[in-house]
């Protein structure tokens, strides 16, 4: 369960930032045409990050103490102490942009350029925080692979 629960927020997460980069590339090109398309991959966007955090608000109060517990005791301490608590800080940031990324695709992409940069804006930092968040629980996956290793 604990392994099908990580990747399923690793998962749900990839589908946040694919989404946020559709988002990206088609406002890049908005128009009356795909406008519609951007206001539902926004949306789907956000969708996916809410799943992706619920899963690991469940995972991280029923499992990661253990995990917490080995990783601490390991010779990669800083994958908790620093990949953690920075991801744990930065995930607020990513649920409001995600969050407001459909907000800013409500308004006419293709006429209004100062709105699309917020969009275009908006997106790439909600596909690199995301991004960044992948590249954290990575580093902290392997710190407890490395304390584990170690005994």
Request: overall charge positive; hydrophobic content about 60%.
């Amino acid at each position: 369960m604990n392994q099908l629960l990580l990747i399923a927020h690793v998962v749900f997460g990839v589908l946040c930032l694919l989404s946020a980069l559709w988002v990206f590339v088609d406002a890049l090109n908005a128009s009356e045409r795909n406008l519609g398309r951007i206001r539902w991959m926004s949306r789907l966007g956000a969708f996916f990050m809410y799943i992706a955090f619920v899963i690991a608000g469940y995972w991280y109060v029923v499992f990661y103490k253990a995990d917490k517990a080995i990783i601490l005791k390991g010779p990669w301490p800083f994958s908790h102490s620093f990949f953690m608590e920075t991801k744990e800080h930065l995930v607020i940031l990513l649920l409001m942009l995600a969050t407001y990324l459909p907000i800013a695709t409500g308004n006419n992409l293709s006429s209004d350029k100062n709105a699309r940069k917020i969009v275009l804006v908006s997106s790439a930092l909600v596909a690199l925080l995301t991004l960044a968040m992948e590249g954290e629980g990575s580093m902290i996956a392997m710190g407890l692979k490395v304390a584990l290793l170690a005994k």
